[in-house]
């Protein structure tokens, strides 16, 4: 499988685009609208952006104690479920007077729901998808995701514009209800991946199986660490340069486009593994340059160039799937998803206290090399990892009843 074409002619896949797409244009536009919400009742830059991003926090929590459901589910009632539940809570932060303290409840409840969510979706797609198609459609839906970001954003500053925010949460609301609707309608009845009942032993015993594996513990860092110190770096923009840090953004944006549709639609499947960490490099040693304050023009493509490097996650995502059994694809995904934003997080505060005792550009420097550094160590054990490597799945504890 190695067109767009035949990817959309599967129709679950269809349904799967569609129900991703509007689900990351109603975050989109949710996040947005509820950050001004927040700030215009608070006035406080750190509640509002705690309101937008917030939820990510949960997703550690879920982690550690919810990712066992990612495979104990059926897909297609989690998704739906999820994105309805979505929409229905998203309603309820548009009522009038809500404390933001409740608004705050509700954000990191949905963060929680939605660790699982990943795993859920990903593993389905390694169902409807042939193995040998996983990461041209994985690099797709990548694409759908920040289009979509891209589209959110702009429509919900247009709707601000005209609305208010309850009116426009209400509008995000109605989008996550529509991508339950396409799941529910579009996709397929499976049964769960794995048997027994979901729950925290569950979870940690999904986690032990996973990591006991030292070549996927070597994929999970490689998916961890690197791109999370690179992340530092973009949460300096606004300090590095505020006039300009938009355009930064946009080129980021952009570069990891089009390294989606170069790692999922031109790389050859035999040059994957030897790829992997040129790509990671790619992804830091530009921001050397850009820590040297280049002329505007320059750093926007430098920024652009490295943010191609972000594509290593997909060749690593492939492996991660071709490593693990099935009845823990969805756990493991979940897994990488949540360890993801950890680390994002992770990076954001370092580059962020770095910055504190050097300048911006200095911090980018040092988290550019850190990041250099750990691809360069990792680089040896991804090369020794094997094709395949199969593990024991967590014991099931009791057989699931749906």
């Known amino acids: 499988m190695r067109t767009y074409r035949e990817l959309f002619a599967e129709p679950e896949f269809r349904a799967l685009f569609a129900t991703v797409s509007a689900q990351v244009a109603a975050g989109t536009v949710t996040g947005i609208a509820l950050a001004t919400l927040v700030y215009g009742a608070t006035g406080s830059a750190l509640l509002s952006a705690l309101s937008m991003f917030g939820s990510s926090f949960a997703q550690v929590v879920g982690a550690m104690t919810l990712l ?3 495979d104990r589910i059926p897909p ?12 229905l809570t998203t309603a309820l932060l548009a009522l009038p007077g809500l404390p933001v303290a409740a608004v705050l409840a509700v954000v990191l409840v949905q963060g929680l729901a939605a660790s699982i969510g990943g795993g859920v979706r990903f593993g ?7 193995a040998d198609g996983y990461l041209l459609g994985r690099s797709l839906l990548n694409m759908a995701v920040g289009a979509m970001q891209i589209a959110g954003f702009a429509a919900g500053g247009a709707l601000l514009a005209a609305f208010s925010p ?34 925290i032993r569950a979870t940690w015993q999904g986690n032990r199986a996973l990591l006991s594996s030292p070549a996927r513990r070597a994929v999970y860092i490689g998916l961890w660490v ?13 300090p590095y340069s505020p006039t300009a840090a938009g ?54 493509v430098l920024v652009a160039v490295a943010a191609i490097g972000y594509c290593g996650s997909l060749l690593l995502q492939d492996r991660l799937v071709e490593l693990t059994p099935a009845d ?12 993801m ?58 057989v699931l009843v749906d």
Do not use: Y
Request: hydrophobic share 55%.
């Open 341 to 398: 934003f950890t680390m994002q997080a992770v990076g954001a505060t370092l580059a962020g206290a770095v910055a504190q005792v050097v300048s911006p550009a200095h911090a980018m420097a040092v988290m550019a090399a850190a990041s250099i550094t750990v691809s360069l160590l990792l680089a040896p054990h991804l090369r020794r990892t094997p094709p395949t490597a199969p593990a024991p799945a967590a014991a099931p504890e009791k």
């Open 76 to 87: 297609r009632t989690a998704i739906a479920g999820l994105a309805a539940f979505t929409g």
């Open 166 to 199: 309850a009116t426009v949460l209400l509008s995000g609301a109605a989008l996550s209800l529509l991508a339950a609707l396409v799941a529910r309608a579009g996709l397929t009845r499976r049964p769960p991946r794995a048997t027994g009942r979901a729950s």
């Open 68 to 70: 066992s459901a990612a």
């Open 247 to 300: 355009a930064l953004f946009v080129a980021a944006a952009l570069g990891m486009l089009v390294g989606d549709a170069l790692a999922g639609r031109v790389l050859p499947a035999r040059w994957r593994r030897p790829f992997t960490t040129p790509v990671q490099l790619l992804l830091a040693v530009p921001f050397l340059a850009v820590a040297a304050s280049p002329p505007l023009p320059v750093a926007l």
């Open 226 to 238: 690197p791109n999370g110190l690179i992340v530092g770096c973009e949460a300096l923009f606004v």
């Open 328 to 339: 823990l694809r969805g756990h493991s995904l979940g897994l990488h998803g949540s360890g």
């Open 124 to 130: 389905l797609l390694a169902e409807i998808l042939p």
